[in-house]
């Protein structure tokens, strides 16, 4: 009777073996990806972590100089030029040297390029990887990713995550000598690329129109992880606080969430509470002063970790950017993602695929872009629907978020697109 049970507990763990996926390996490029315990963006840490479990050895290569602090966060100066090897739950962190820089000037240029060449100079002697993924953030990351799968002859994957060159118009720049560099350097890759992943279906249209083939294209958009953001309390209170939580740059558009804030400044019921860092965050706080908007309070960024407690003091989150036709169809939005995770309902100034998204998922109310009047009237018109409405606004946010975005959803997408790639 022992030995058959012992025959039938090898006969299925025979079985299990053969159902399983074979183990394979990913090296997935992000200049600026990062782990839970830092302020930014934590996408492949999160979906890396899923695709462990699903039998991948996923490696993250980013550079520790972190894009908003300033300062490296693995190495002690930029004299120290090493590769740093950090295991975290499951994903390999390979954090690459790259320059220093203070302002978004042509230093900021050499911080891209030299993180790529170190991606280059630092592989020489890795581990062959099954596929590459590069992310374009900037493109000279993901142009290193396709001439690494090159060199290994391993398929090639571009995320990509901002459209260039459009990106430069839709943050105020102009096209010139840069655009169109970028632009035969985009169209290289699209074409270089076994597939391409989209964080926005607005964008695989877009490709689509540029002639990319359908057929390469997958939708792996931004998600969250809603047990992150499980229990969250929210006690009763006189204000009504919208949170912003994300970059502060020209892109962003929160000069109309200022202008807003004056329209609302005589109700002391509202309160805005923008955190986060960036390239026009020194010129936003000076103007909110030069106004005397006491409504309006500016923070630090802070980790992924803590935002939780960040959310538990708001009651609505604030999805906004600059009015430009590029965001109407080519973002996929993280904070919009967080807000919803975390049960808050959305004032929206994001118009095409962002505003769909809060319309499918009933999650707060919406105004037209780059209108401080309409914004102020949609926060005015989500305080009027009363706090138990906003509850349950909160909670069919919340389930639409996991059922579509959640991180396991996005990585069984991503596993089954890869694995299609691999030899059988």
Known sequence: ??????????????????????????????????????????RHFEVGRELGRRNWSVTVAAADFHYISRKYIRRPNAATRDVVSE?????????????????????????????????LDGTRQAHRPDVVIGSSPHLFAALAGERLARRWRVPFVLEVRDLWPES?????????????????????LYRRAERIVCLARGTMTHLERLGVESGKLVYVPNGVDPDAFEGIERPPRDTFTLVYAGAHGPANGLDVVLDAAVLLRDDPRFRFLLIGDGPAKEELVRGARERGLGNVEFRD????????EVFAEADAGLMVLRDTPLFAYG??????????????????????EVASMVE????????????????????????????????????????????????????ERLDGALRELLPA
């Open 301 to 308: 960024p802070v980790p992924k970790l803590r935002m939780p």
């Open 360 to 411: 499918a998922a009933r999650g707060g109310e919406l105004a037209r872009p780059g209108c401080a009047e309409s914004l102020a009237a949609a926060v005015r018109r989500l305080w009027e629907r009363g706090a138990e409405e906003r509850k349950e606004i909160g909670r069919s946010a919340r389930d639409w978020v996991t059922r579509e975005h959640g991180r396991t959803v996005l990585a």
């Open 331 to 352: 973002v996929s939005p993280n904070k919009l993602f967080d807000y919803f995770g975390a049960g808050l309902p959305v004032v929206c100034n994001v118009p095409g």
């Open 1 to 42: 009777m022992v030995q058959n049970r012992s025959l039938a507990t090898q006969l299925s763990s025979a079985s299990d073996e053969a159902a399983a996926p074979r183990r394979v390996s990913l090296l997935w490029i992000n200049h600026f990806a990062l782990p839970l315990g830092e302020g930014g963006g934590t």
């Open 168 to 188: 430069m118009v839709a943050a105020g720049g102009r096209k010139g000598p840069a655009y169109y560099a970028f632009e035969r350097i985009a169209h290289y």
């Open 87 to 119: 295991p975290l739950e499951g994903v390999e962190f390979r954090w690459f040297w790259s320059a220093p820089y203070e302002r978004n000037d042509w230093r900021r240029g050499w911080n891209w390029i030299s993180f790529s060449r170190s991606l």
